[in-house]
């Protein structure tokens, strides 16, 4: 399908916004829920939880956007409440108890520097309307390389902890016997971000790609925005990745967000 096609007689959107798309968008996730509880994924319940949330908060958020857009203060605000979503989200991913908060640190280091780089070179406009958007796709890509690398880092560690001790009784300091330990299977958490790269273009066509076709730029324009997204991902995540085994190396986030597992 191509862009021309995929926009005329919608007003030059992917899908048109009709009861249609509603009713279709309703079966999917029934098909969804279903499919996970057949499957004994253990997930049916949070599949629908996470179907119904989206529906009410891409709802409020359409309600304020608009409104939102027109001030630089208020998208910094509306930023910043996505940067906590995220921490949170991310933080009760990989521990539990206090321990969360220190998610801050990894998408934090992933997304601040990027978006200060873009904003100081011109490259992104400060307006809301440009902001909250590139934030957003940076957040979400902090965010899913810090919930992963934290999972897989912790779950290593809790797996081999024999490894871990004897790797003390050999000398090591309990900050590079646990990174030895877990440093690969908390690489694997850019796995995801690596084979979107890849198969760009050949696989997918990203968001960022075919809405900017859809708005009338052209395929090089679109195709430039769409790498320098993904080239940023990789860093916002490779960043986030090597912050968060720093973390669980030092002890200060663990499993249970108490006392180290290892210690």
């Not at 994924?41 to 857009?69: D, K, M, N, P």
């Not at 958007?133 to 779950?155: E, K, N």
């Amino acid at each position: 399908m191509t862009p021309s096609a995929s926009g005329s007689g919608s007003g030059g959107q992917l899908l048109p916004v009709t009861p249609v798309l509603g009713v279709a968008t309703a079966a999917l996730l029934l098909a969804a829920v279903a499919v996970a509880g057949w499957g004994l994924l253990g997930h049916g319940h949070a599949v629908a939880r996470a179907g119904l949330r989206a529906v009410v908060q891409l709802a409020a958020v359409a309600a304020v956007i608009t409104w939102v857009v027109g001030s630089l203060w208020w998208s910094a605000l509306f930023v910043l409440l996505m940067f906590t979503v995220a921490v949170h989200t991310a933080g009760r991913r990989m521990t539990r108890g206090r321990g969360w908060v220190w998610a801050a640190a990894p998408i934090g280091a992933g997304v601040l520097p990027v978006l200060a780089l873009l904003l100081a070179v011109g490259l992104l406009p400060p307006k809301g309307l440009s902001v909250i958007p590139v934030s957003g796709i940076l957040i979400g890509g902090a965010l899913t390389a810090t919930s992963l690398a934290g999972r897989r880092a912790l779950d290593e560690l809790r797996q081999r902890r024999g490894e871990v001790e004897a790797a003390l009784a050999l000398g090591f300091e309990e900050r590079d016997a646990r990174l030895e330990i877990c440093r690969t299977a908390a690489a694997t958490s850019l796995v995801p971000a690596l084979d979107q790269t890849r198969t760009v273009g050949l696989v997918t066509l990203p968001g960022a790609f075919v809405g900017m076709l859809l708005g009338g730029a052209s395929p090089v324009q679109a195709g430039a925005v769409q790498l320098f997204v993904l080239i940023g991902l990789l860093a916002v995540e490779s960043a986030a990745v090597v912050v968060v085994l720093e973390l669980v190396g030092r002890g200060l986030v663990t499993a249970s967000g108490g006392a180290d597992p290892v210690g």
